[in-house]
Structures are given as structure tokens and as C-alpha cells.
């Protein structure tokens, strides 16, 4: 069975750091794997795609990178800000799996203070 | 806008009183799925669709059903309510070109 790791669980940090979420997976067939953003009670706001055949993506301050023969993606965020906070999802989708489920890692949950 | 609809938003109800979440999406995607999410326990998948009439168990199906008689609508039926259905539930359709995967703004369900 599939299983998704985000390390760190929860992330304190002050405004304008530079950080790095991480995000491990089991069986490295995947066909790409989404980064999601979710405020406390809200829904999921898509951040960045990566298809299997890309190393990275990028959106603003954010950029994501893959490498899937590790089992391997991490979320960069630059010059962080207290609006940054949020609790961050990864969920990678298997090619065997393609019409099933993502499977979704528990989150890091970052606060960002002022 | 592209957009997934989920009503209601926030919902009380008693043991046993059958109800419905819809959802309802405008991007014409063919697979549409519902998550629950729980504290401790992350974002797990109740049912999906990969198409209309054709609809499948995810990893906790038990005490819900689902229908897929419109592309657009998925909706989630819980015949009887029972208080350990009290969660954050999520529609969720798919793109079928780029596997993104888009969230509609959730329903908070509170089973007394």
C-alpha cells in the first residue's frame, strides 16, 4: 500500500526565511504529484502540478521539484510571509491508481510570525 | 469561473436523519471524488467516479452512497447519520489532460 510522509509536521518560523517542506512517497510509478495550500477549515487550493516527466515547477515564490526515483518532492518557499501560514498537502497519483484515489500526506503545518 | 460547488456548507443533524451533500462542477471533468478529512487522520477518499453511471468505493465507503446521473453532479447521500460521520467532507474533480485535481470549499457536518 501506498504511503505519503511530510516531514516536518508543523513549522514555526520567523517573517522572510527561506523554507524547504518536504514530502516522501512509497513506489515511485506516479504520473505526477500536486501541492495543495489549506487555510484552518477551508478547502484545498491547488499550488503547483508537477507531471512525472518534469523536475520542478515554479509560481511565484513557490517552487516545487520531483524526483521520482527517490520517492521525492519538496516544496520551496522564498522570503516567507505571515499570510504563508497554512497547513501545505502533498498527494502524488499513481499510474496504476490513475482513476483512484490521490493519496494525500498529512500536511506540514506552518505559522509564519511577523 | 472554473469552480466546484459543494452545498450546504456547514450542516447539524440528528442520528438517522437522512440528508445530502451535493456537488456540483463546471469544468466538465469526468472523475469526480469525496474525501472526508479528519484530526489525526488526513484527507481520506469515501467515493469517486470516473465517469457518469460508473461510480467506486475508496478507502471508507461504509454508511455513504453516491449517484452519478449527470457528468457535472456527485452527490454525497448518507442515509443514516451516525455521530463517527461527524467531519469536514470534500467534492473534489479531476482534469482528465493534466490529473489536476480541484476542491470544492468543503461541508462541515455535525451527526448529534
Known amino acids: 500500500k501506498q504511503e505519503v510522509t511530510q516531514i516536518p509536521a508543523a513549522l514555526s518560523v520567523p517573517e522572510g526565511e527561506n523554507l524547504v517542506l518536504n514530502c516522501s512517497f512509497t513506489?515511485?510509478?506516479?504520473?505526477?504529484l500536486q501541492w495543495f495550500r489549506q487555510d484552518p477549515g477551508k478547502g484545498l487550493t491547488s499550488l503547483l502540478l508537477?507531471?512525472?516527466?518534469?523536475r520542478e515547477q515554479t509560481s511565484g515564490r513557490l517552487n516545487a521539484s520531483l524526483d521520482k526515483s527517490s520517492g521525492r518532492s519538496t516544496l520551496y518557499i522564498a522570503a516567507s510571509q505571515p499570510g504563508d501560514s497554512a497547513t501545505y498537502l502533498c498527494?502524488?497519483?499513481?499510474?496504476?491508481?490513475?482513476?483512484?484515489?490521490?493519496?494525500f500526506g498529512k500536511g506540514t503545518t506552518l505559522s509564519v510570525s511577523s | 469561473e472554473a469552480q466546484v460547488t459543494q452545498n450546504p456548507r456547514y450542516l447539524i443533524t440528528v442520528t438517522g436523519k437522512k440528508l445530502t451533500v451535493t456537488c456540483s462542477q463546471n469544468m466538465n471533468h469526468e472523475y469526480m471524488s469525496w474525501y472526508r478529512q479528519d484530526p489525526g487522520l488526513g484527507l481520506r477518499q469515501i467515493y469517486y467516479?470516473?465517469?457518469?453511471?460508473?461510480?467506486d468505493k475508496g478507502d471508507v465507503p461504509e454508511g455513504y452512497k453516491v449517484s452519478r446521473k449527470e457528468k457535472r453532479n456527485f452527490p454525497l447521500i448518507l442515509e443514516s447519520p451516525s455521530p463517527n460521520q461527524t467531519s469536514l467532507y470534500f467534492c473534489?474533480?479531476?482534469?482528465?489532460?493534466?490529473?489536476?485535481?480541484?476542491f470544492g470549499e468543503g461541508s462541515r457536518l455535525t451527526v448529534l
Open positions: 513506489d515511485s510509478a506516479i504520473y505526477n
Open positions: 473534489a474533480s479531476k482534469d482528465g489532460y493534466t490529473g489536476e485535481l480541484f
Open positions: 498527494a502524488p497519483n499513481w499510474i496504476y491508481q490513475a482513476g483512484t484515489a490521490l493519496i
Open positions: 508537477i507531471q512525472s516527466s518534469q
Open positions: 467516479s470516473m465517469n457518469v453511471e460508473v461510480t
